[in-house]
C-alpha cells in the first residue's frame, strides 16, 4: 500500500464529548501522517458512535452495513467504530460485519492513531480495545502549527472529567463510559492556557456532570467553582461555558460565579428531565421541582438576563397525563429560551427496563409534540423580547443565505448561545473566530437577525 492510501473519514453521532473526541482524533491522525478524505475514498472508515437511545445505536449498524461497499471493492478499507456503542456491543461488532477491523472503547481514543497504524500495517488483524482505564487518561495534546483547533474558529472544548457516577434509572451513560474520573486542576488550566495562547476566545468546560468536579477519588480537592474561577482568570478567554450541569449537585459558589465573573456566559443548560416529583424520584435524579425552582431563582438573582434551556424525557415509565401537566407547567414557569426533549427509549442494563407501565408510543409521542409546541411559543417570545437590544457575536460561518453578491450573511452566537445572522460586506475577509457587537432588529423562529455596530475584532 503507499503512503497516499493512509487516509480516515470520521463520522461522529451524539454529544459534544463525540464532538469533542472526534476532533482530537482528527487532529491526531494529522500529527500520525494521516489525511482527511472522503467517505467513499478514505482507508479508514471510523464511526463515533453514540447509545443514549435505541434510534442512535440502530443508525451505527446501519451505517456499517452502508460502509460495507467500500470494502468490499478494496481490501485494505476497514471500518473503525468507537465510542458508547462500541464499549456496549464490543467485540460483537466482528460477528456483525467482516469489514470491522477495529472497536474502540471511550477510555481508549488516546490510542487509536497506533491501533489504526496496525491495521493499516497489517490487512487481516482485527482490534478490540475496551478497557476502562483507572483515572483521567491524558491523551496527547494536539496544537494545529496554524488555523483553529476546532472546526469553529476561536473556539475550545476542554474534558474536566471522564465517566459519571450517578446512574439515573434511564441512562446507559455510566456503563458505557464508566465512572466519574476527574482530571487534575493543573492539566486542565495548563491546556486552557495553550488554548488562549492560540486565539481560543470562547472555552467550554466538558463533563457529563461538571458540578461534581473533583468529587471522586481522583479528584484534587479543586471544587468546581475554584475551577471557573481560576479558568476565568487566563487572559483571552472572552467567554466560558460549562456543560452538563446536575441540578442535584449546582453549588451556590457556582450560581454566585454568574453574579462575579463576567466572562462567564449568560446561558446555562440546566437538565430537568421532568417536572413532575413522582417522576423525578423514579428516575432517580437526586432532587425535586422545589430545589430545581430555587435554583432558577439563585441564578436569575446572580444574573438577571440568563437564559435557560433543559433537556426532558416524555413517556418515562409509570408517567400519568398529570405528570406530564406538571412537567408542561414547569418548562412554562421557567420559560425555558430552547430545551432538547426525547421520548424515553429502553436501555439495555438501565433500571428503568423493568420499571412499568411502560408509556404506549402514541401516547408518548403525542405529549412529545404538545411539549415541543409549547417550546416553541416560549422560544418565540424569548427572541422576540431580544429585538432592540444590542448584543456581541462571536462569528461562526457565512450562512447559506446570500444576498446577491455584495452581501453575505455570517451566522454567529452571542453569549446566551442564541444564533444571529448579520448581514456584512462580501469581500475576502475570513470572519470565523471574531467578535462583533450587533443591534439586534428582527426574530426569526429559532434565530435572531441583526446589523454590525462597528467592525470585528
Ligand atoms: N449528563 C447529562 C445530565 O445529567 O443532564 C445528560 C447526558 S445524556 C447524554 C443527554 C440527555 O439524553 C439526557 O439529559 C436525557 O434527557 C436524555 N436521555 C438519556 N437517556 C435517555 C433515555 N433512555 N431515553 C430518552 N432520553 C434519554
Ligand atoms: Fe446519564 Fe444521569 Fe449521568 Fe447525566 S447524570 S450522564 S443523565 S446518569
Ligand atoms: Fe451519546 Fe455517549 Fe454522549 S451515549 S450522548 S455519545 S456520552
Known amino acids: 500500500m503507499t503512503q497516499d492510501n493512509k487516509t480516515f473519514h470520521i463520522m461522529t453521532f451524539g454529544c459534544q464529548m463525540n464532538v469533542h473526541d472526534s476532533g482530537w482524533l482528527a487532529r491526531a491522525l494529522m500529527a500520525y ?82 491501533g489504526l497504524d496496525k491495521l493499516y500495517h497489517d490487512e487481516v488483524e482485527r482490534l478490540a480495545m475496551l478497557d476502562f482505564e483507572d483515572g483521567f487518561k491524558l491523551r496527547k495534546f494536539h496544537l494545529p502549527d496554524d488555523g483553529p483547533v476546532s472546526h469553529l474558529p476561536g473556539q475550545a472544548f476542554v474534558n474536566i ?101 463576567p466572562n462567564l456566559c449568560t446561558g446555562l443548560h440546566l437538565p430537568m428531565q421532568s417536572g413532575s416529583d413522582r417522576v423525578l424520584n423514579a428516575m432517580g435524579r437526586g432532587y425535586d421541582m422545589a430545589r430545581y425552582m430555587g435554583l432558577v431563582e439563585g441564578l436569575r438573582r446572580a444574573r438577571p438576563e440568563i437564559a435557560l434551556t433543559t433537556d426532558l424525557i416524555v413517556g418515562f415509565p409509570g408517567e400519568t397525563e398529570e405528570d406530564f401537566l406538571e412537567t408542561l407547567e414547569a418548562v412554562r414557569e421557567v420559560g425555558f429560551e430552547s430545551s432538547f426533549s426525547f421520548i424515553y427509549s429502553d436501555r439495555p442494563g438501565t433500571r428503568s427496563v423493568r420499571m412499568e407501565p411502560k408509556v404506549e408510543r402514541e401516547v408518548a409521542q403525542e405529549r412529545l409534540i404538545r411539549l415541543q409546541a409549547l417550546q416553541d411559543e416560549l422560544t418565540s417570545s424569548a427572541l422576540k423580547a431580544q429585538v432592540g437590544t444590542e448584543t456581541e457575536v462571536l462569528l461562526e460561518s457565512p450562512s447559506k443565505k446570500q444576498d446577491g453578491g455584495d452581501i453575505v450573511f455570517w451566522r454567529g452566537r452571542d453569549s446566551c448561545g442564541r444564533v444571529v445572522n448579520i448581514p456584512l460586506p462580501a469581500d475576502d475577509s475570513d470572519l470565523a473566530g471574531k467578535l462583533l457587537t450587533v443591534h439586534i432588529d428582527a426574530a426569526k423562529k429559532h434565530s435572531l437577525m441583526g446589523k454590525a455596530v462597528g467592525e470585528p475584532w
Open 161 to 261: 472529567m471522564q465517566g459519571c457516577d450517578n446512574f439515573c434509572a434511564y441512562c446507559i451513560v455510566p456503563y458505557v463510559r464508566g465512572r466519574q474520573k476527574s482530571r487534575s486542576t493543573e492539566d486542565i488550566l495548563a491546556e486552557v492556557r495553550a488554548l488562549a495562547e492560540h486565539g481560543v476566545r470562547e472555552l467550554t468546560l466538558l463533563g457529563q456532570n461538571v458540578n461534581s468536579f473533583s468529587l471522586d477519588r481522583h479528584g484534587d480537592g479543586t471544587s468546581f467553582a475554584q475551577l471557573l474561577y481560576k479558568v476565568a482568570a487566563i487572559p483571552g478567554i472572552r467567554r466560558l461555558r460549562f456543560t452538563s450541569s446536575h441540578p442535584k449537585d449546582l453549588a451556590p459558589e457556582v450560581i454566585n460565579a454568574f453574579g462575579e465573573l
Open 33 to 114: 501522517g494521516w489525511r482527511e478524505a472522503p467517505e467513499d475514498q478514505a482507508t479508514a472508515l471510523i464511526i463515533n458512535t453514540c447509545s443514549v437511545r435505541d434510534k442512535p445505536e440502530q443508525k451505527v449498524y446501519s451505517l456499517v452495513g452502508r460502509l460495507g461497499q467500500y470494502c468490499r471493492k478494496d481490501n485494505a478499507k476497514f471500518v473503525a467504530v468507537g465510542g458508547c456503542v462500541a464499549q456496549q456491543v464490543g467485540e460483537g461488532f466482528f460477528e456483525r460485519s467482516d469489514h470491522v477491523r477495529l472497536v474502540f472503547g471511550t477510555d481508549q481514543t488516546g490510542q487509536v492513531p497506533e
